[in-house]
């Protein structure tokens, strides 16, 4: 490719450098070979607030990870020193993707190299700093795919139901992972974004997305055997779930064995499924230590909570239930769950309505929508000491093209660095836990669909890839009736799906497997549909949660819409229930 800038329009850009020829030959010595770095004059700002118009080279460079190639984009700023300072190295990710930190790139995306900490000219230069980066890059790639809610979803629904994990190996699970019923393929660029990443395959390293793995291996390394004896109330399952923890007997490490006080039940799963399920609810509502929107849940701040330990003791439940193949929380604040792991969260498009708090709502909005100098002058003036008070003490000393940044900082103080003790401690309950916290935070991306909502509404391709037939022979009388009953269940899924019953896919999930969600290592067994011979005419379906077996009766077309819905209702009367089979 030739050159679209000559030495001399260089030069006219570099006036105020002061080795100008110097800085040009090199710039040249690299775009030769790497033409789409882009020479681009730009302003800087650093650390103290301060500006400068500097020389960038902005665009892709080509790595080689797993044999294949892919170009991940970088900034390369020379200071007007140069060479006698090193550059200053970032990677700049599009919207679609997302920075790995590592040893050599922070959150923010800032590079540090040991050929950058011993910079020394003339023995350094330009040429040999890129090869270094495409050479580090090419060991520990820095960015990988953005994950989209859908591709999280399909990635944890093809993880679980389809396998039943005693007779699944991790080898299996590697070779899912590589076949890409994990992972998935690699997305490649839109074309809006060709100009900055030039058909760019993202990298969305397999280890990020093998939740599967992670927590079957953190499983084997945590589970003891032998059971500890949970007896709760359904209507006061947190209590006394809170209640059993201080027994002497009890251990983390042992399998529940949950039993119902008044249902009759024996524990082969199914009790334990929906003991987690109600006491993840009851944690993430009731316990006073999170606060906000129902899915995007924040830290309370609650001194007499935190002197007594009750955010250690919510990381404690929440490993506690992951462990045994439960749900998570599932519904922190996204843009929390990623600060928390050491992430970059953008933070600028922050919905502060997502702030439990009327006045802090009230104050985000002010600086969110000042966009002229007399509303900055009035915002410095109503509300500078209290943007200080929030650890921004340069309010008074910024300009109007701050406001951004300034809205940032607030957010993150008010969702993270206020709540900071709280998380803490939160954190170290889960760890007390087998160190679940440090497996959240290395494979963070994995564990999305654990602690943040990211499932929407399960849709009904989704559903019916969950379970399978019990079919009677072909052919059979009662092979024709079955089909007679399965053309009113489809009915039934449809008006689902439709939004023309109160019954959502959720609670059929719930009523069938005592699960809302697809478990994170999958269920036990496939879900599975069977048949009965109704005896008289009152006979409802039913469900076995700890076979997972749905029961329906055979040659019921009309009415199987209705008898459901009875089922699925009077199922979720705990004072009544006679639809489902805890046993």
Same mark, same amino acid.
């Given at each position: 490719?030739?050159?679209?800038?000559?030495? /001399?329009?260089?030069?006219?850009?570099?006036?105020?450098?002061?080795?100008?020829?110097?800085?040009?030959?090199?710039?040249?010595?690299?775009?030769?070979?790497? /033409?789409?770095?882009?020479?681009?004059?730009?302003?800087?700002?650093?650390?103290?607030?301060?500006?400068?118009?500097?020389?960038?080279?902005?665009?892709?460079?080509?790595?080689?990870?797993?044999? /294949?190639?892919?170009?991940?984009?970088?900034?390369?700023?020379?200071?007007?020193?140069?060479?006698? #300072?090193?550059?200053?190295?970032?990677?700049?990710?599009?919207?679609?993707?997302?920075?790995?930190?590592?040893?050599?790139?922070?959150?923010?995306? +800032?590079? =540090?190299?040991?050929?950058?900490?011993?910079?020394?000219?003339?023995?350094?230069?330009?040429?040999?700093?890129?090869? *270094?980066? !495409?050479?580090?890059?090419?060991?520990?790639?820095?960015?990988?795919?953005?994950?989209?809610?859908?591709?999280?979803?399909?990635?944890?629904?093809?993880?679980?139901?389809?396998?039943?994990?005693? $007779?699944?190996?991790?080898?299996?699970?590697?070779?899912?992972?590589?076949?890409?019923?994990?992972?998935?393929?690699?997305?490649?660029? %839109?074309?809006?974004?060709?100009?900055?990443?030039?058909?760019?395959? =993202?990298?969305?390293?397999?280890?990020?997305?093998?939740?599967?793995?992670?927590?079957?291996?953190?499983?084997?390394?945590?589970?003891?055997?032998? %059971?500890?004896?949970?007896?709760?109330?359904?209507?006061?399952?947190?209590?006394?779930?809170?209640?059993?923890? +201080?027994? %002497?007997?009890?251990?983390?490490?042992?399998?529940?064995?949950?039993?119902?006080?008044?249902?009759?039940?024996?524990? &082969?799963?199914?009790?334990?499924?929906?003991?987690?399920?109600?006491?993840?609810?009851?944690?993430?509502?009731?316990?006073?230590?999170?606060?906000?929107?129902?899915?995007?849940?924040?830290?309370?701040?609650?001194?007499?909570?935190?002197?007594?330990?009750?955010?250690?003791?919510?990381?404690?439940?929440?490993?506690?239930?992951?462990? @045994?193949?439960?749900?998570?929380?599932?519904?922190? @604040?996204?843009?929390?769950?990623?600060?928390?792991?050491?992430? +970059?969260?953008?933070?600028?498009?922050?919905?502060?309505?997502?702030?439990? /708090?009327?006045?802090?709502? $009230?104050?985000?909005?002010?600086?969110?929508?000042? *966009?002229?100098?007399?509303?900055?002058?009035?915002?410095?003036?109503?509300?500078?000491?209290?943007?200080?008070?929030?650890? *921004?003490?340069?309010?008074?000393?910024?300009?109007?093209?701050? !406001?951004?940044?300034?809205?940032?900082?607030?957010?993150?103080?008010?969702?993270?660095?206020?709540?900071?003790?709280? !998380?803490?401690?939160?954190?170290?309950?889960?760890?007390?836990?087998? #160190?679940?916290?440090?497996?959240?935070?290395?494979?963070?991306?994995?564990?999305?669909?654990?602690?943040?909502?990211?499932?929407?509404?399960?849709?009904?391709?989704?559903?019916?890839?969950?379970?399978?037939?019990?079919?009677?022979?072909?052919?059979?009388?009662?092979?024709?009736?079955?089909?007679?009953?399965? &053309?009113?269940?489809?009915?039934?899924?449809?008006?689902?799906?439709?939004?023309?019953?109160?019954?959502? &896919?959720?609670?059929?999930?719930?009523?069938?497997?005592?699960?809302?969600?697809?478990?994170?290592?999958?269920? %036990?067994?496939?879900?599975?549909?069977?048949?009965?011979?109704?005896?008289?005419?009152?006979? !409802?379906?039913?469900?076995?949660?700890?076979?997972?077996?749905?029961?329906?009766?055979?040659?019921?077309?009309?009415?199987?819409?209705?008898?459901?819905?009875?089922?699925?209702?009077? $199922?979720?009367?705990?004072? #009544?229930?006679?639809?489902?089979? @805890?046993?």
């Amino acid at each position: 490719m030739a050159l679209t800038i000559n030495e /001399n329009v260089l030069r006219r850009m570099l006036k105020s450098y002061r080795c100008k020829d110097l800085t040009v030959q090199e710039i040249i010595n690299v775009i030769i070979l790497y /033409n789409s770095l882009k020479p681009v004059m730009e302003l800087y700002v650093f650390n103290d607030g301060s500006s400068r118009e500097l020389m960038s080279l902005t665009g892709t460079v080509p790595i080689s990870y797993r044999g /294949n190639t892919y170009n991940i984009p970088i900034c390369v700023w020379l200071l007007d020193t140069y060479p006698y #300072n090193p550059p200053i190295c970032y990677v700049r990710p599009t919207s679609t993707m997302m920075i790995k930190t590592g040893k050599h790139v922070d959150a923010n995306g +800032k590079v =540090y190299l040991p050929y950058l900490h011993e910079w020394k000219h003339p023995q350094s230069d330009l040429f040999s700093l890129i090869q *270094v980066m !495409i050479l580090l890059f090419g060991e520990e790639p820095p960015v990988f795919s953005q994950p989209t809610t859908q591709t999280l979803y399909q990635a944890f629904q093809t993880a679980g139901p389809t396998a039943d994990p005693s $007779s699944t190996s991790s080898g299996d699970l590697r070779q899912r992972a590589a076949r890409g019923s994990l992972a998935g393929s690699l997305p490649t660029i %839109s074309s809006e974004e060709t100009d900055k990443a030039q058909s760019l395959e =993202y990298i969305r390293l397999q280890e990020e997305l093998s939740l599967c793995e992670i927590l079957e291996t953190f499983s084997i390394k945590n589970k003891e055997d032998g %059971s500890t004896p949970v007896v709760v109330r359904r209507k006061s399952v947190l209590k006394d779930a809170l209640t059993l923890c +201080k027994k %002497s007997y009890f251990s983390w490490k042992r399998t529940p064995h949950v039993e119902f006080i008044g249902e009759e039940a024996a524990d &082969f799963g199914g009790p334990m499924k929906e003991f987690f399920r109600l006491l993840m609810m009851d944690v993430a509502s009731t316990y006073g230590v999170f606060e906000g929107p129902q899915d995007k849940l924040l830290f309370t701040y609650d001194l007499s909570a935190l002197e007594d330990g009750k955010y250690r003791t919510a990381g404690m439940l929440i490993a506690w239930s992951v462990l @045994h193949n439960g749900p998570g929380i599932r519904a922190l @604040h996204p843009a929390l769950f990623q600060i928390m792991c050491t992430q +970059k969260a953008d933070l600028q498009h922050f919905d502060f309505h997502d702030i439990p /708090n009327e006045k802090v709502q $009230s104050n985000l909005q002010k600086i969110q929508q000042c *966009v002229t100098e007399e509303q900055f002058m009035s915002l410095c003036s109503e509300l500078g000491d209290w943007i200080s008070d929030c650890g *921004v003490p340069r309010i008074f000393t910024a300009k109007i093209k701050d !406001i951004p940044r300034i809205f940032e900082q607030v957010v993150k103080y008010y969702i993270y660095f206020r709540t900071a003790s709280v !998380i803490h401690q939160f954190i170290e309950g889960m760890n007390i836990c087998g #160190n679940l916290w440090s497996q959240v935070e290395r494979n963070w991306v994995a564990f999305l669909p654990i602690f943040t909502n990211t499932s929407g509404e399960m849709s009904l391709s989704s559903f019916k890839g969950l379970y399978k037939m019990s079919w009677s022979p072909q052919g059979s009388n009662q092979r024709r009736r079955e089909e007679e009953t399965m &053309f009113g269940w489809e009915m039934f899924l449809i008006a689902i799906q439709e939004k023309a019953t109160d019954v959502t &896919f959720k609670d059929l999930l719930v009523f069938w497997t005592g699960m809302d969600s697809v478990p994170s290592l999958g269920f %036990s067994r496939q879900p599975v549909i069977e048949f009965y011979e109704r005896e008289g005419s009152s006979r !409802i379906p039913y469900a076995s949660t700890c076979s997972l077996t749905l029961f329906l009766p055979r040659g019921v077309e009309e009415e199987m819409d209705a008898l459901l819905t009875i089922a699925i209702k009077e $199922s979720f009367d705990f004072e #009544n229930v006679k639809g489902t089979i @805890h046993c």
